[in-house]
C-alpha cells in the first residue's frame, strides 16, 4: 500500500535524517480548525499544533507554532521577537509570504527563513503534529526534531483560549 504523496515539508525532513511519519485526515474546509484535526486523528488537541504568520512593527514577519487548544498571545509573540508589537498577518498575505495556505501552513520550508518560535509548552511532549504543507496532511514527530527542522527556537508565546 502506498503512502500519501511526500510534501516539500517532508522531503526537507528526508534530507536532514529526521524520523517523522506523514499521517493523513479527512479535510473539512468549513473547519479548519486544529480540534477538527485532533477530533479526526483521534488524538488530545493539545499534540496538534497551529503554524501562525505574524509581522513584527520592527523586525517584520515571524512564525509562531503553537498548541490547538491555545492562541497566540501577541505581547509575549513581540517581547521573544524584539518588537513593541506584532499582529497576525493577513490571510492573503500567507502564500506569498509562506508558499502555504491556510490549513496547510508548516514551519518547515518556507519560502524565506523566519524567525520562528515554538510554544515552549511543546518541549514536554515526546511527539507533536503539524502541518506536513498541505490541507490533509499531518507530520507525527518530536518537538526537538521540528525545532531543528525550523530553525526555531522555544519560548513562551502562547496563551490558553478564552472559554466561549
Known amino acids: ?25 479527512e479535510v473539512d474546509e468549513s473547519n479548519l480548525a486544529a480540534d477538527h484535526v485532533a477530533a479526526q486523528l ?21 512564525v ?10 501577541l505581547k509575549k509573540a513581540a517581547v521573544v521577537s524584539g518588537n513593541k508589537k506584532v499582529e497576525m498577518v493577513h490571510q492573503k498575505e500567507l502564500l506569498p509570504l509562506t508558499g ?10 518556507m519560502k524565506k527563513q523566519y524567525p520562528t518560535f515554538i510554544s515552549d509548552e511543546a ?14 496532511l499531518q507530520l507525527r514527530l518530536s518537538p526537538d526534531d521540528l525545532l531543528r527542522a525550523a530553525s526555531a527556537q522555544y519560548a513562551d508565546v502562547s496563551t490558553t483560549l478564552p472559554v466561549d
Open 1 to 25: 500500500m502506498k503512502g500519501p504523496a511526500k510534501t516539500n515539508a517532508a522531503r526537507i525532513l528526508d534530507r536532514l535524517k529526521i524520523p517523522y511519519e506523514l499521517i493523513p485526515y
Open 42 to 62: 483521534g488524538e488530545p488537541i493539545e499534540r496538534v499544533y497551529k503554524t501562525l504568520t505574524l509581522r513584527g512593527d520592527r523586525t517584520g514577519v515571524l
Open 64 to 73: 509562531c507554532v503553537v498548541a490547538g487548544n491555545r492562541e497566540v498571545d
Open 100 to 109: 502555504y495556505i491556510r490549513g496547510g501552513c508548516t514551519s518547515i520550508g
Open 123 to 136: 518541549a514536554r511532549f515526546d511527539y507533536i503534529y503539524v502541518s506536513a504543507g498541505q490541507r490533509g
